[in-house]
């Protein structure tokens, strides 16, 4: 009769767990104990009480019945953003190291600023074809694939970081990203958003929507069509292309993200019209794709850890972006001598009808950026509605306490 070994009953509990029969549960085990107990009972014992699959790299059998091993993988993140770059860059590794501490070390992480292994905006096709598992970056990079993808990252007049949130989580946005993504072999996630972005910086003083004519602006997305509609023109350029640009002269206005980055750039040495608000990145959000044909062949505890850490980082980077633009844009005006201008009323107002269109034109492309842009749409208003008696009417007391 074969040696039944130390570890055979757990098997026997996780087999039946995987294929959707209880197992009988005498006791709880907490993991915390297991880990401590690995040495007594195998690491096979281990992985089959948490209920893990796999095989042993060699395949080979001990005891007679197959060892249930915690698979190892070494992944690899391309990124839009120049290296350690605050806040984006930085988020980016703290993402990374999330992921190896959820795993204890199963899963590792190795990041790639712009361009040390694709371009600034090469890594939706990277991840798409399995040339790296994941990427970093702004959804509407990836506009040429579909205007859609502009609704996932930030669209003119759009919604705020907390609305992006609602939406994405609870309003059904999720899944319309899934669904858009899923052609390209992507699976997509928030992990970071910047907060409402500035308007942006500008060689000389905007007064009016005629004084947007004839400008070589930096803007990306949607945001850049409605420049274009002003009669500026948009250029996209990756950040790390973006200062020399406006030295040369080749640029007159360039948005960046906001305060703590743009100090970072050192945008104030050229110019010092630094404008507000920044309509066309009112909540940015930043994704986290992870090529899908990897992401269906991860455990669910594994999909559960690379989920869990996004969500942490999106919500960590969104607080470290309000903290930190904070003190930036006291250090650009007080320091720096950068004067702080706010868009007129006339020109908000041309921009949000231009956005208007804009948008409406863009979901009449196609039929999935039509659904995404009404689920949106429907998110936005309601977001507003809630926005007035809320944060809105809170902040427009606080502001009354201060005078």
């Known amino acids: ?29 907490s993991r915390r ?18 209920g893990q699959g796999g095989s042993t790299p060699d395949g080979q059998e001990q005891g007679g019945a197959t060892a249930v091993a915690r698979r190892k993988r070494a992944l690899t993140m391309v990124t839009a ?6 806040g984006i860059g930085t988020g980016v590794e703290r993402l990374a190291r999330r992921i190896a501490d959820l795993s204890d070390g199963r899963l ?75 052609p390209f072999n992507v699976k997509p996630m928030m992990a970071g958003n910047t907060g409402v972005q500035m308007g942006g910086w500008f060689a000389r003083e905007i007064s009016s929507p005629k004084d947007f004519q004839g400008l070589r602006m930096r803007m990306p997305g949607l945001g850049g069509e409605v420049m274009a509609r002003l009669g500026a023109t948009p250029v996209t350029k990756q950040g790390g292309e973006i200062f020399q640009a406006m030295a040369q002269g080749n640029l007159d206005a360039t948005e960046w993200i906001g305060p703590w980055n743009d100090l970072a750039f050192g945008f104030h040495t050229i110019v010092k019209n630094y404008y507000y608000p920044g309509i066309h990145e009112p909540g940015t959000t930043l994704s986290l794709g ?30 470290e972006f309000n903290a930190n633009n904070a003190r930036a844009l006291e250090t650009l005006v007080k320091d720096h001598d950068v004067t702080l201008r706010r868009f007129d009323n006339a020109i908000l107002r041309r921009l949000a009808e231009i956005s208007a269109e804009v948008l409406a034109e863009a979901a009449a492309r196609d ?25 809105e009417a ?10």
């Open 108 to 182: 590792t992480v190795r990041v790639y600023a712009a361009g040390e292994l694709v371009g600034a905006l090469g890594g939706f096709d990277a991840v798409s074809q399995g040339k790296a598992d994941m990427y970093h970056a702004a959804e509407y990079y990836w506009q040429g694939k579909s205007p859609a993808f502009n609704f996932f990252a930030a669209v003119p007049m759009g919604m705020t970081a907390s609305e992006m949130a609602a939406w994405i989580r609870f309003g059904g946005g999720q899944e319309l990203w899934d669904e858009l993504a899923a």
């Open 394 to 403: 809170f902040t427009s007391a606080r502001r009354l306490a201060d005078l």
């Open 1 to 29: 009769m074969p040696k039944k070994t130390v570890n055979q009953d757990q098997l026997n509990k996780a087999r039946r767990s995987e294929a959707g029969t209880p197992a009988p549960a005498p006791h709880t085990v």
């Open 33 to 50: 104990t297991l880990i401590r107990g690995a040495g007594a009972i195998g690491a096979a014992g281990l992985v089959a009480a948490c």
């Open 81 to 86: 953003w120049p290296k350690n770059f605050p």
């Open 367 to 391: 039929e999935m950026t039509g659904r995404v842009f009404n689920s949106f749409q429907a998110a936005r208003a309601g977001g507003m509605r809630w926005g007035e008696v809320a944060e």
């Open 290 to 319: 992870i090529n899908k044909t990897l992401w269906e062949d991860l455990s669910p505890q594994d999909r559960a850890i690379i989920q869990s850490a996004a969500d942490a980082e999106n919500d960590i980077m969104y607080a």
